[in-house]
């Protein structure tokens, strides 16, 4: 079985999620900076930290998906309705693709990561956008010697803080400059009115689909960098060659790909082909024989389960956006489940990826953690778990326009809600044991109480599985296992052995059976 036909996916902002104990934005354990919008001091040592002590493989996942590492913009810019300063704690506004931001570790503190999660079986993803580089702000214009700040800007406040900027400056092409970005200033192309040159959130906008050859932008030359020019290069293959470094340093196994419909398709697949090379001169330098193809997942906001012509540029699986809505409205499981399932076998190689909380809609409501993780570990297809599912953590109390900033909230370490904790493991691990959950052929076998089978005949993985068994009841298991079987209750322990034909279930809000 490889990655690609079970995808249990932890998603992390490595900003909100852990640091090292002594590390001075740690307080007992925990990141104690709860402020809307800034840093708040998690660091790559602090995932590293988590890794050794076998967090990620007690939940039972094969991949951590991390915010990008990447340079950010140094400053801060007005949140929506001017009501926060918006750092770039999350990894969305790029500003030097080939180094690592310094405010979530060094080089070394992220290979480390990198090393000690492929130690211990996991994946490693990055999160990264190709649409957009940051918004100019007033600390890189500062920092990077682009003339057209005003005096006095360090007084700015979201209210006042356009006022320091002097548009008219002709020193604002010393940002990135008309031939790499579409941007709302003068002496740049504005942005256009369709998917891949309007300008997102009012972002600069690469001109990734141009052909011609351009120049590393001038601010570059007051950065610790190690872009450099590149002969003959488009924009595209600057951006490809830059988020390719570090497949190739570290051996990334796989992107997320953020704001993916707002990108040409040209480009998605130049990168995938890159990408791969990269990975290959990786593991032949470190003598590594697996072959495992890397890895695109792509962030298109709205998509569901449909097959769509951007399976055709390079991605391996789409995120499906449906499923957190259909939970939410308490929706028959079976038909969910029944449809993901005939989806995956129609086109096994264009794969689903669902998920219960995101950082950019909203955590899944508290009064129903354990039915909600459950819906979402049996669905079919991928999964991705937002860090702190499993632990109940609770959504940021901000009153602000722009509520994607409470899904933020730090990790709870002093907190975790160890019986959802459990719960999620069993659920995460049984996932992770068999691949028919994700990829087999979905059977009802009764409707009330709710119980189901999945099955992989290629390799004869078959489970079952009861919910809300409220009382014994004894299944007719003719046709799928043999008297004399023995089967494991993988959720409560207990050991069921299969006569004349019937299985005796046991009761539970959950019954998780495997073969032993």
Not at 39 to 46: E, I, K, L, P, V
Not at 360 to 373: K, M
Not at 414 to 425: E, G, I, K
Request: glycine share 8%; with cysteine.
């Amino acid at each position: 079985m490889t990655f690609r036909d079970n995808p249990i996916i932890y998603h992390i902002i490595t900003d909100r999620f852990a640091a090292p104990p002594g590390d001075a934005a740690c307080a007992a354990g925990e990141l104690s900076d709860t402020a809307v919008g800034t840093f708040h001091g998690g660091t790559f040592a602090g995932i590293t930290l988590k890794l050794r002590e076998g967090w990620f493989n007690a939940l039972g996942v094969n991949a951590l998906l991390i915010s990008a590492p990447y340079q950010q913009i140094l400053g801060w810019v007005p949140g929506a309705d001017a009501q926060f300063r918006h750092y770039a704690y999350h990894g969305y506004y790029a500003l030097d693709y080939t180094v690592p931001d310094s405010r979530f570790g060094s080089a070394a503190e992220f290979g480390e990561l990198v090393e000690v999660a492929h130690e211990r079986g996991l994946k490693v993803l990055l999160d990264i956008v190709m649409n957009h580089p940051g918004y100019l702000d007033l600390e890189t214009m500062a920092a990077l010697q682009i003339g057209a700040l005003k005096d006095g800007w360090r007084a700015a406040t979201p209210n006042d803080y356009f006022t320091y900027l002097d548009v008219a400056n002709g020193a604002l092409t010393d940002w990135w400059g008309k031939e790499w970005v579409r941007a709302d200033f003068p002496g740049y192309d504005p942005g256009g009115d369709d998917d891949y040159t309007a300008l997102l959130f009012g972002l600069p906008d690469f001109k990734t689909e141009q052909p011609n050859a351009v120049g590393l932008p001038f601010f570059f030359r007051h950065l610790k960098t190690e872009a450099h020019d590149l002969p003959d290069s488009s924009v595209r293959e600057y951006l490809i060659t830059w988020l390719c470094g570090w497949v190739r340093r570290y051996g990334i196994d796989g992107f997320r790909c953020d704001s993916a419909k707002h990108v040409d398709p040209a480009s998605w697949l130049a990168l995938k082909r890159s990408a791969q090379a990269a990975l290959e001169a990786w593991r032949h330098e470190h003598s590594m024989t697996e072959d495992e193809p890397f890895w695109m997942l792509a962030e298109i906001f709205g998509h569901g389960i449909e097959r769509s012509h951007y399976y055709q540029f390079g991605f391996d699986s789409i995120i499906n956006f449906e499923l957190q809505e259909r939970l939410q409205d308490y929706c028959d499981l079976e038909a969910i489940y029944r449809r993901y399932a005939e989806r995956v076998e129609r086109a096994p190689r264009q794969g689903i990826v669902s998920y219960l909380s995101s950082h950019d809609t909203y955590l899944v409501q508290q009064e129903h953690p354990f039915a909600t993780a459950t819906a979402l570990m049996l669905a079919p297809g991928g999964v991705i778990i937002f860090y702190g599912e499993e632990t109940g953590r609770a959504p940021s109390a901000y009153r602000l326009t722009d509520h994607s900033q409470n899904t933020r909230s730090n990790m709870n370490w002093r907190s975790v809600n160890w019986a959802a904790c459990v719960h999620w493991r069993k659920l995460t691990q049984f996932r992770a044991r068999h691949p028919a959950i994700a990829r087999g052929a979905h059977r009802l076998l009764v409707r009330s109480p709710y119980i189901f089978l999945r099955g992989t005949p290629y390799d004869g993985d078959v489970v079952i599985v009861g919910l809300e068994l409220m009382q014994p009841y004894t299944l007719d298991v003719q046709g799928i296992f043999a008297d004399d079987d023995i089967l494991r209750d993988a959720y409560g322990g207990s050991i069921i052995q299969v006569s004349n034909g019937k299985m005796n279930l046991p009761t539970g809000d959950v019954v998780l059976l495997e073969k032993i």
